[in-house]
């Protein structure tokens, strides 16, 4: 094994009284890549949340196949993000951005050619292998370049770069599938930007690798995969293709459960595990993984719905629903980037999350408590910001409290679980809420239309069919508006407990100063005063690159002495 030696200094320029002014051009400059690259994955996740009224209208799909459409895409991301996380910390990891980079292309491209809504669902588990790789990849590759103490500012970047995905995602897909293009580009869109972010990423981005002895857990991994999608698929199905009690859902649930249970048996016996067991030993590391499960369930579960509310509700174009939610938009990208700025200035990072928990808490119940169909817009506003603070000010900096409390070597591993659980929350949020969407628009709906006479199941919106309110009859198109209305509040209603409890597992966190390092220091615990002192200047890191050349380093990031990364 060789190692590298490199002063850390800001690239391109060796005066280190110029360091400050030009250490933030070092990093971001190699990270463009992978930010391009995340913002296209974000972009293909929200680009067809407005769209999805008119592809299932047009496609025939059902108020289940909605679900489903968003679904596969979150499930393949949730069962492959601890597994792209484990390869970051034995492969390349500029390698393994391309190649999901790559297999996000090929989804991409299949999914503009479906012609049933099976096909699309089917495609999008293939995009959503792709999104997995860009989730867990991007903290990741951040976290092997920038320090605890600095790495909030870029977080806070990231969070930015997201935050403009999800709202040009939205916009984009509404102006699409309200032009001539059709819905088609909502997906083809996103193929030229892909390919630009390769070209991007290939000659900007370098990233260090820890040269070791590679055991990959196959088998880990199949059974992760296995289990979670075993438990995904019960909680998307049951109630609706099968009853909750019946021996069809004993043996899905039951074949979840037997594989996550042989999972955690492997994993505690196999050399490089997927998910290392030891990491459940450190409180931090728990009360991040429930935090950001609870967190992924209200943010997933909840939002999503709500440009089908806007549309099929308060009868809204796709153009218009995505101008609607600018609100939690804003919160979203004002939020995180000030919380970022200020734990990079001061050290801390624990407010933060105390204050997005109760923001988003908030947020969830004051829309449950008022959300229909004529609630003033204004009102509506103030909460999806509410929602948007608290998404801003959670998501990114629960990973960056775990990478803190982490070795170099189990970092991908760390950050991925983190995600993952998170992606886990979020895939079972939007199953578990959509079955409520679902079932409490059908009773509504047969409950209105008895009232006026017609039977239950004698129309296509009776039976579950997304509806086209511009065909409907009035009397019918207010019923539908209603149900909409309701059955949405009901979502944020199971929504906001679940925001609730994350609120309670970061109360529980304990906070300790961010690391002016990029690895644990080897001789000790981390001098708790260092995030109140000066960042030097000086100081070298050993680094063991499989890239051609060392990777950019934060001039003023590091403490003295050389630090094996």
Request: positive net charge.
């Amino acid at each position: 094994m060789t190692s590298t030696t490199a002063p850390v200094r800001t690239a391109g320029s060796p005066d280190p009284d110029a360091a400050g002014a030009t250490s933030r051009r070092s990093v971001l400059i190699p990270l463009s890549g992978l930010l391009t690259a995340l913002f296209v994955g974000v972009l293909s996740s929200t680009i067809v949340s407005n769209a999805l009224p008119r592809i299932l209208g047009e496609l025939g799909g059902s108020q289940a196949q909605y679900t489903w459409v968003v679904t596969a895409s979150l499930l393949a991301m949730t069962a492959s993000t601890p597994i792209w996380g484990k390869l970051a910390d034995l492969f390349s990891k500029k390698l393994l951005v391309q190649i999901s980079i790559l297999i996000f292309i090929v989804g991409s491209v299949l999914c503009g050619f479906s012609t049933s809504t099976s096909e699309l669902i089917g495609y999008r588990v293939l995009q959503g292998l792709g999104m997995g790789g860009l989730t867990a990849l991007a903290q990741v590759v951040i976290a092997a370049i920038i320090p605890p103490r600095e790495r909030g500012r870029y977080s806070g970047y990231l969070g930015a770069i997201m935050s403009v995905a999800i709202v040009g995602g939205p916009l984009l897909g509404g102006v699409i599938v309200d032009s001539a293009l059709g819905w088609r580009w909502c997906f083809f869109v996103a193929v030229p930007l892909a390919a630009i972010s390769l070209v991007v990423l290939q000659r900007t981005l370098s990233v260090p690798t820890i040269k070791r002895e590679v055991h990959i857990d196959y088998l880990g991994a199949l059974l992760i995969a296995g289990g979670v999608s075993a438990v995904l698929l019960w909680t998307s199905l049951g109630g609706k293709n099968f009853p909750w009690v019946s021996w069809t859902s004993l043996a899905v649930l039951g074949a979840g459960i037997v594989a996550l249970a042989l999972a955690v048996l492997t994993e505690s016996r196999v050399r490089e595990p997927i998910i290392p067991l030891f990491l459940f030993r450190q409180r931090t590391v728990v009360l991040a993984i429930v935090a950001g499960l609870f967190v992924g369930v209200a943010m997933f579960g909840s939002t999503v719905f709500l440009s089908q509310y806007f549309q099929l509700s308060r009868g809204a174009t796709a153009t218009q629903a995505g101008l609607m939610t600018l609100p939690m938009i804003a919160g979203m990208l004002i939020a995180s980037t000030v919380a970022g700025q200020l734990i990079t200035r001061y050290g801390r990072w624990k407010r933060y999350l105390v204050l997005g928990a109760v923001s988003l808490t908030a947020g969830l119940t004051l829309t449950a408590l008022f959300l229909s169909a004529e609630v003033p817009y204004w009102q509506l506003a103030i909460f999806m910001a509410l929602v948007g603070i608290g998404i801003g000010m959670t998501q990114q900096n629960l990973v960056l409290a775990v990478q803190n409390t982490v070795s170099m070597r189990d970092m991908g591993s760390a950050s991925s679980t983190v995600a993952f659980f998170r992606s886990l929350g979020g895939s079972a949020g939007v199953a578990g809420l959509g079955a409520v969407l679902a079932g409490s628009v059908a009773g509504s709906v047969n409950s209105g239309l008895a009232a006026l006479g017609i039977p239950a199941g004698s129309t296509s919106v009776s039976g579950g069919t997304i509806p086209n309110l511009a065909t409907l009859p009035d009397p019918v198109r207010q019923i539908v508006t209603e149900a909409y209305g309701a059955a949405t509040a009901h979502v944020f209603a199971f929504a906001a407990p679940l925001a609730a409890l994350a609120l309670i597992a970061i109360l529980f966190m304990r906070e300790t100063p961010l690391r002016t390092t990029i690895d644990i220091e080897p001789d000790g615990p981390v001098d708790e005063s260092a995030a109140s002192l000066p960042l030097p200047r000086t100081g070298r890191h050993e680094l063991v690159s499989s890239d051609a050349e060392p990777a950019p380093a934060l001039a003023g990031s590091t403490g003295g002495g050389r630090h094996r990364v």
